[in-house]
């Protein structure tokens, strides 16, 4: 044991470690800004599937309920979940009376409760049944639908209530780093040569495609959002300007 947690603990490159830094700590301002400005205008940030999604791959991979982690990841994984604490009370207290639609907004309560517990089941489901231990491709999965689905919400909320245009940037700029570091540190994982020692529930894919679709497609549909995000703010100023 001991054996194995030098080496997964230590193949982290000084690149490697740069890399997750800008990662963790991108993301954790982006989480920040969103749950400053939704606090100040009483409503929630992000996708409500996405605060689902990302609260329950956070409380997975941070118990490592699916298999033993890397423990540098598992600590950022934590940091994240006290994060999506916060995000998911801002839900209860303000997403009720964020909803348009009649049945939503009076059985709200019900479908939040509902949504957070099927979706965790759906999660470690995904990861135990595809063996994704670290939740790797899931988190990219999820990272995707989030991105598509703030464009969807952007449309949704013209005034951009609850949707910083930092925490934009910062989602972006996270998830580059996130793509680089996984781009090099994932394939090391099925590096046997030398004195590298990894556990057995660690399995290769068969071929790394679709992570690297989505190390690709994430920044750029993240890209577009900042675009719509902008040209947004500059139809609001001039509509304010008219006013």
């Known amino acids: 044991m001991s054996a194995f947690l030098y080496s997964v603990e230590h193949d982290f490159t000084p690149t490697l470690l740069v890399l997750a830094a800008v990662m963790f700590g991108a993301w954790t301002i982006a989480y920040a800004q969103i749950v400053y400005t939704c606090y100040r205008e009483k409503t929630y940030g992000l996708p409500l599937v996405s605060i689902f999604q990302n609260f329950s791959w956070e409380f997975i991979f941070s118990f ?25 009370l801002q839900v209860f207290l303000y997403g009720k009376k964020s909803q348009k639609h009649p049945w939503v907004r ?15 089941v759906g999660v470690y489901a995904f990861a135990a049944y595809f063996q994704d231990v670290y939740g790797l491709a899931l988190s990219f999965l999820i ?4 991105s598509v689905l703030f464009i969807a919400m952007l449309f949704e909320r013209p ?27 994932w394939p090391m994982q099925f590096d046997q040569t030398g004195m590298l020692i990894r556990p057995p529930h660690i399995h290769r894919p068969p071929n790394f495609y679709l992570v690297y679709f989505l190390y690709i497609t994430i920044p750029i549909v993240d890209a577009v959002y900042i675009y719509l995000h902008r040209k947004q703010q500059r139809v609001n100023a001039a509509a304010q300007g008219r006013a």
């Open 159 to 185: 005034d951009l209530k609850g949707l910083p245009y930092g925490a934009a940037w910062a989602k972006l700029v996270g998830t580059a780093a996130g793509a680089l570091f996984c781009y090099i540190w």
């Open 106 to 120: 009076d059985n709200f309560y019900a479908i939040a409760v509902a949504g957070l517990a099927f979706t965790a």
């Open 143 to 146: 990272n995707l639908l989030m």
């Open 64 to 88: 490592q309920l699916v298999a033993p982690g890397v423990l540098a990841l598992v600590w950022g994984n934590r940091l994240w979940f006290l994060v999506d604490c916060v995000i998911v």
